[in-house]
C-alpha cells in the first residue's frame, strides 16, 4: 500500500464527490425560478440513493468476480470482503475501500447527469425509482464491461480512461431518451424557459472543472506521471473547448454568452475524459476545440431542429460530447503517454478507432433500449409526470411545498 | 389629493428621487416593474434558444401630494426623467379620496 497514493486517491474521492452538488448548481441555475429546488433535489436524492446503492449491491455488480464478461458477482454485497487492504486487480497500491469510494462517486454523478433532460417535469416518486433500476440495470453491469475485469468491452480492447462510455455516453442517450419518453415541457417555444440565475451555473460549472480533476486525473489510481498528464489534458480541453463555443457563438449568433462559454468548457471536459490519460496535451486542443463545437451545434442547431426537449442539455452535452471522446480516443491515443492503452489512427493504428466505434455503438444501443424498458415499466405503476397544474405553478411548490426564494419578506 | 404615478427608466431613479427631495417631496414609493410601449424590446439567447423580450425593465414611483403640487411634480420628473429617446415613460395621475398617517392618526391634508 502506498501512502502517497491513498491520499491522493481519497482527496480526488471528495472532489469527485462535488462535482455532484457542483452539478445541482449548475442544472439549478439553468431552470425557471419555480422549479430551481426540485432540480437540486434530483442531484441531491441521488447522493443518498446512490451512496447506499453502491455499497450494498452496485460496487460488487460493477466489480465483483465476472460473470461471462457480462456482470460482476455478488461476492462484495455490502461491502462483504471489502476492507483496507488494497485489491490486487483494482489499484494495488490503495485500500479496497478507497477504490470502491472513489468509483462510488461516478456511481452517484452519472445517473445525476440524466435529471438535467428530464428538468421541469418529472413527478419525484417516478424519478426515484428510476434511480435505483437505472443504475443496477444500466451503470452497473456497463461499468463491469468497460472496467471489470472480464468485462467484455475491456477485453474488447476498447479505451476509456474515467468514464467517456460509463458515464458520459450512458447518462446522455438515456437522457434523450427519458426526454422523449416524458415529453415536451408545457410551453416550451411559446413561454419563456430563460434560465432564472446564470451566476448559479457558472458556479456549478467552476465546481464541475475543479471537480473532473479528480474526475480524471485521479483515475490514474496513482499519485504518478500519469495523472499528471490527465490533469494537465483535463484543463487543456476544457480551456480550448470554451474558447470554441465561444467563438463559434459569436459568428453564429452574434454574442458570445457566458452561458455558452460555462456550456463550452463543460463539454470540453466530456469530451477528454475517455483519453486523459492516453493523449497528448496538444491532442487536447483539438479535442476539445471540437468538442465544444460539436456540442454547440448540437444544442443550439439540432435539437431545436429535431424538437426534442432535453431541457438542460445532458444530451447534447454528454451524449455527444462523449461520443466524439470516445471517438477521439481512438484517433489520439498514443502509448508513449499510456503504454497499458494502444496507439490510435493518428499514430498509424487503424484497429483502435474500429473497437472504440463499436463500443460506443453497443453502448447506445444497450442503454437506450434499457432505459426505454425501465422507463416504460415504471409508467406501468406510477405516474412519470406531473399534471398540467402542478407543473404551471412548478415543481418546488407542487411537489416539494417550498419556495426557493421568498418574495415577500 | 392627487396620486402621480410615474413610469421612469431604473436609470433615472436618483436623478428624479433627489430633485424632488430638494423641493420638498421626501414621500413616495418605487417599485420595479416590467411593461412595453413604444420602446421594442431586446433579444436573449439562452445556448442556442432565441428570447424576443417585449417587455422592459422599468421604475414606477408613486407619490400623493396636494392639489397645488401637482404641476410642480411633474415639471421636475418630466425634466428629471427625459432623454428624448423612446422609453422615457409616462406619469398619470389619478385622484386620491383620503389619506392617512398610521403612527399619528392624522388623516386628509395634514397626513401629507
Known amino acids: 500500500m502506498d501512502t502517497g497514493d491513498t491520499s491522493f486517491i481519497m482527496i480526488s474521492t471528495a472532489v469527485v464527490f462535488l462535482m455532484t452538488p457542483g452539478l445541482a448548481l449548475f442544472y439549478g441555475g439553468m431552470v425557471r425560478k419555480k422549479n430551481v429546488l426540485s432540480t437540486l433535489m434530483h442531484s441531491w436524492i441521488v447522493l443518498g440513493i446512490m451512496s447506499l446503492q453502491w455499497i450494498l449491491v452496485g460496487y460488487t455488480l460493477a466489480f465483483g468476480t465476472d460473470f461471462h464478461g457480462l456482470i460482476g458477482g455478488l461476492d462484495w454485497l455490502g461491502l462483504n470482503g471489502v476492507g483496507m487492504e488494497p485489491n490486487l486487480d483494482y489499484a494495488a497500491t490503495i485500500p479496497a475501500l478507497s477504490f470502491m469510494a472513489f468509483q462510488m462517486m461516478f456511481a452517484i454523478i ?35 464491461w468497460v472496467w471489470g475485469v472480464g468485462g467484455f468491452l475491456r477485453t474488447l480492447g476498447a479505451l476509456d480512461f474515467a468514464g467517456g462510455n460509463v458515464v458520459h455516453i450512458s447518462s446522455g442517450y438515456s437522457a434523450l431518451i427519458a426526454a422523449l419518453v416524458l415529453g415536451k415541457r408545457k410551453g416550451l417555444g411559446k413561454d419563456s424557459m430563460a434560465p432564472h440565475h446564470i451566476p448559479m451555473t457558472v458556479l456549478g460549472a467552476g465546481l464541475l472543472w475543479f471537480g473532473w480533476f479528480g474526475f480524471n486525473a485521479g483515475s490514474a489510481l496513482g499519485a504518478n506521471g500519469l495523472a499528471a498528464m490527465a490533469f494537465v489534458n483535463t484543463n487543456t480541453a476544457a480551456a480550448a473547448a470554451a474558447i470554441a463555443w465561444a467563438v463559434v457563438e459569436r459568428v453564429h449568433r452574434g454574442k458570445s454568452t457566458i452561458l455558452g462559454a460555462a456550456s463550452g468548457a463543460v463539454a470540453g471536459l466530456v469530451a477528454i475524459t475517455p483519453g486523459a490519460g492516453f493523449v ?14 460539436v456540442c454547440y451545434l448540437a444544442i443550439s442547431v439540432f435539437k431545436a ?45 487503424t484497429s483502435l478507432l474500429g473497437i472504440q466505434a463499436m463500443s460506443v455503438g453497443i453502448t447506445i444501443v444497450f442503454t437506450v433500449i434499457a432505459t426505454f424498458i425501465i422507463l416504460k415499466a415504471i409508467a406501468l405503476v406510477m405516474k412519470l409526470r406531473v399534471n398540467e397544474e402542478q407543473e404551471s405553478i412548478g415543481l418546488d411548490l407542487s411537489l416539494h411545498g417550498e419556495t426557493a426564494y421568498s418574495e415577500f419578506v | 389629493m392627487k396620486k402621480i404615478e410615474a413610469i421612469i427608466r431604473p ?29 421594442k424590446g431586446n433579444t436573449q439567447i439562452y445556448r442556442g434558444a432565441e428570447y424576443i423580450i417585449h417587455l422592459i425593465p422599468k421604475v414606477k414611483i ?45 388623516n386628509g391634508e395634514k397626513a401629507l
Open chain 1, 305 to 349: 431542429k429535431f424538437g426534442y426537449d432535453d431541457a438542460l442539455d445532458a444530451f447534447g452535452c454528454h451524449g455527444i460530447g462523449g461520443t466524439w471522446g470516445a471517438l477521439a480516443t481512438g484517433i489520439f491515443a498514443t502509448t508513449t503517454i499510456n503504454p497499458a492503452g494502444a496507439d490510435g489512427l493518428f499514430y498509424g493504428n
Open chain 1, 280 to 293: 497528448t496535451p496538444l491532442s487536447s486542443i483539438v479535442i476539445g476545440l471540437v468538442g465544444g463545437t
Open chain 2, 62 to 106: 408613486e407619490i400623493v401630494v396636494l392639489d397645488q403640487y401637482v404641476d410642480k411634480v411633474i415639471q421636475i420628473i418630466k425634466k428629471e426623467a427625459r432623454t428624448g429617446e423612446i422609453g422615457d415613460g409616462k406619469i398619470f395621475v389619478t385622484a386620491v379620496e383620503n389619506a392617512y398617517t398610521i403612527r399619528t392618526g392624522d
Open chain 2, 11 to 39: 436609470g433615472k431613479l436618483d436623478n428624479v428621487k433627489d430633485a424632488l427631495g430638494n423641493q420638498g417631496v421626501n414621500g413616495l414609493t418605487v417599485t420595479q416593474v416590467i411593461g412595453c410601449g413604444k420602446q
Open chain 1, 110 to 144: 452519472t445517473p445525476a447527469l440524466i435529471s438535467g433532460s428530464i428538468a421541469e417535469r418529472m413527478h419525484f416518486p417516478a424519478f426515484i425509482v428510476f434511480i435505483i433500476l437505472w443504475a443496477t440495470f444500466v451503470y452497473d453491469p456497463l461499468a463491469h
